[in-house]
């Protein structure tokens, strides 16, 4: 059912996922394509705000917080899996990989480096940030407009 924090949690997250996106973009190697890599992550922010900090608003504040920073972590997580997954398919269409099991173990190894790649002081600053600021607003939201 749509709710008021469910859309500030969609909306905020996306937000979110846009900035740590743009942060990111001059951490990789200048020949790198992103394509649609800034509106995947708002695409995976907007799901994820919707699907799990929205529901789980209205809580206290202690547990909006912890709410707003543990939905940012997914949304980090299912990033790197999902940038790695097309950067595994990029990969295999130049037959690089030798069966199906070394493909799909690639992309774990893809999302590490690019977790390694990220986990920069300023975009980690960023996540916590806005995690925190996230689960805040919608905690607002929730008692707001109930």
Known sequence: MPTAARLVAAVALALLAFVVSGQIMPLMPDDTDFGYFTF???GLGLVIGWK???PRAGRGWAAGITNG?????VLVL?????QGAVEMFRLA?????DGPFE???????????????MAVPSVLLTLAV?????GI????????WK
């Open 52 to 54: 799990s900090i929205g």
């Open 69 to 73: 920073i543990t939905g940012t972590a």
């Open 78 to 82: 299912w990033g790197l899996f999902i």
């Open 40 to 42: 995947v992550n708002m």
């Open 103 to 117: 493909a799909l173990a690639a992309i774990f190894t893809i999302a590490l480096e690019y977790f390694f790649i």
């Open 93 to 97: 269409k130049r037959s690089i990989y």
């Open 137 to 144: 607003a919608v905690e607002i939201a929730s008692k707001r």
């Open 130 to 134: 806005g995690g925190t600021l996230i």
